[in-house]
T-cell receptor
Framework: DAGVTQSPTHLIKTRGQHVTLRCSPISGHKSVSWYQQVLGQGPQFIFQYYEKEERGRGNFPDRFSARQFPNYSSELNVNALLLGDSALYLC??????????????FGSGTRLTVV | AQSVTQLDSHVSVSEGTPVLLRCNYSSSYSPSLFWYVQHPNKGLQLLLKYTSAATLVKGINGFEAEFKKSETSFHLTKPSAHMSDAAEYFCVVSDGADRGSTLGRLYFGRGTQLTVWP
């Protein structure tokens, strides 16, 4: 079984540009969450999607948006990039059952550098 | 509100000696607690999880953690450190009841960098 797949693995963008990050969850998992990990800190929650609907949003500006497709894959979009958006973006998939009982599986992340 | 505090940003041990990584949590609900490990330039790997069953939780690679409600702690231990244990460790809480959702949002600590000396 393939794990959580994220693409691309690395990305360099210029301030003001737009970026799209992609995530494919484990087969059978219906929930996808996105986290931002700035260097030296723990990951911060951005979004959670379940059955193609947004189920939670963290404290991030409207420049950040996401969606989930019928096959449960997901995209994270960031507009008007700032230097501070440079981070490792992690995708986590889970079955989507109650209270995290079934755990989350993380992808290896996309390293975004904004210059 | 949910949060975790990892009490040490860096821990150094010699190979073969015990490991203790400390974590305190705060949760409005009966929490689900996790420890994740992150090796350099890698994603996060689940070590173990507590979900209101046994208070002593055994994980992978010889790690275990004990849930102590009275102390609001969930410390991670290993009897004998190995060089391959050197990595960043994150204590994580999820309550799953945030905003009425039945799905769990994860709240991470700032991490503890474990160094293992030969």
């Amino acid at each position: 079984d393939a794990g959580v797949t994220q693409s691309p693995t690395h990305l360099i963008k210029t301030r003001g540009q737009h970026v799209t990050l992609r995530c494919s969850p484990i087969s059978g998992h219906k929930s996808v969450s996105w986290y931002q990990q700035v260097l030296g800190q723990g990951p911060q929650f951005i979004f959670q999607y379940y059955e193609k609907e947004e189920r939670g949003r963290g404290n991030f500006p409207d420049r950040f948006s996401a969606r989930q497709f019928p096959n449960y894959s997901s995209e994270l979009n960031v507009n008007a990039l700032l230097l501070g958006d440079s981070a490792l973006y992690l995708c986590a998939s889970s079955l989507g059952r109650a209270r995290g009982l079934y755990g989350y599986t993380f992808g290896s992340g996309t390293r975004l550098t904004v210059v | 509100a949910q949060s975790v505090t990892q009490l040490d940003s860096h821990v150094s041990v010699s190979e073969g000696t015990p490991v203790l990584l400390r974590c305190n949590y705060s949760s409005s609900y009966s929490p689900s607690l996790f420890w994740y490990v992150q090796h350099p330039n890698k994603g996060l790997q689940l070590l173990l999880k507590y979900t209101s069953a046994a208070t002593l939780v055994k994980g992978i690679n010889g790690f275990e953690a004990e849930f102590k409600k009275s102390e609001t702690s969930f410390h991670l231990t290993k009897p004998s450190a190995h060089m391959s244990d050197a990595a960043e460790y994150f204590c994580v809480v999820s309550d799953g009841a945030d905003r009425g959702s039945t799905l769990g949002r994860l709240y991470f600590g700032r991490g503890t960098q474990l160094t293992v000396w030969p």
